[in-house]
T-cell receptor
Framework: DTGVSQDPRHKITKRGQNVTFRCDPISEHNRLYWYRQTLGQGPEFLTYFQNEAQLEKSRLLSDRFSAERPKGSFSTLEIQRTEQGDSAMYLC?????????????FGSGTRLTVV | AQSVTQPDIHITVSEGASLELRCNYSYGATPYLFWYVQSPGQGLQLLLKYFSGDTLVQGIKGFEAEFKRSQSSFNLRKPSVHWSDAAEYFCAVGESGDDKIIFGKGTRLHILP
């Protein structure tokens, strides 16, 4: 098991473009979380999945953001019409079915820069 | 609503000195408390967690934390820091019945040689 993988590690995009990030969780983990971390802040919850079902979305997740987890395996996070305020580190984490109580396993993140 | 406060944005200690990072929380029910560490360019790694029982919990890398209900605190300690401990440290809280954890803003630890 190689842990939680995120791709790409870095993404630079022009304002108004669409971007998509991928997260591959630990294979036996049922839950997958997305967080966003801006400079000087802690991670902020965006959304999470139990298998393929998206069970909760934060108010931070505007209608330009969409996340999917087809077949309950990897997940994608898409941002449409990117804005400079979307520049951040996007973190993915996974846990077994019991949730966060054993702690999240995080990926290394995708750093998005919108220019 | 849950919240986590880490009062110190930056902490500087000398190598070999003791360390205490502060964390205060508010919660509605039974808290689940965590400390994570983030090294530059890396994801977050779990140091330790507290749910119940002994209020002094041991973690990895020689860290420990103490839960004090009366003070709503969960401070992280290490008796002697090493240069490799330089990183950002996040306190986090989850609440029974909720499915996510909330993070504080973090404390950046600097180590003087």
């Amino acid at each position: 098991d190689t842990g939680v993988s995120q791709d790409p590690r870095h993404k630079i995009t022009k304002r108004g473009q669409n971007v998509t990030f991928r997260c591959d969780p630990i294979s036996e983990h049922n839950r997958l979380y997305w967080y966003r971390q801006t400079l000087g802040q802690g991670p902020e919850f965006l959304t999470y999945f139990q298998n393929e079902a998206q069970l909760e979305k934060s108010r931070l997740l505007s209608d330009r953001f969409s996340a999917e987890r087809p077949k309950g395996s990897f997940s994608t996070l898409e941002i449409q019409r990117t804005e400079q305020g979307d520049s951040a580190m996007y973190l993915c984490a996974s846990t077994p079915a019991g949730g966060y109580r054993d702690g999240y396993t995080f990926g290394s993140g995708t750093r998005l820069t919108v220019v | 609503a849950q919240s986590v406060t880490q009062p110190d944005i930056h902490i500087t200690v000398s190598e070999g000195a003791s360390l205490e990072l502060r964390c205060n929380y508010s919660y509605g029910a039974t808290p689940y408390l965590f400390w994570y560490v983030q090294s530059p360019g890396q994801g977050l790694q779990l140091l330790l967690k507290y749910f119940s029982g002994d209020t002094l919990v041991q973690g990895i890398k020689g860290f420990e934390a103490e839960f004090k209900r009366s003070q709503s605190s969960f401070n992280l300690r290490k008796p002697s820091v090493h240069w490799s401990d330089a990183a950002e440290y996040f306190c986090a809280v989850g609440e029974s019945g909720d499915d996510k954890i909330i993070f504080g803003k973090g404390t950046r630890l600097h180590i003087l040689p």
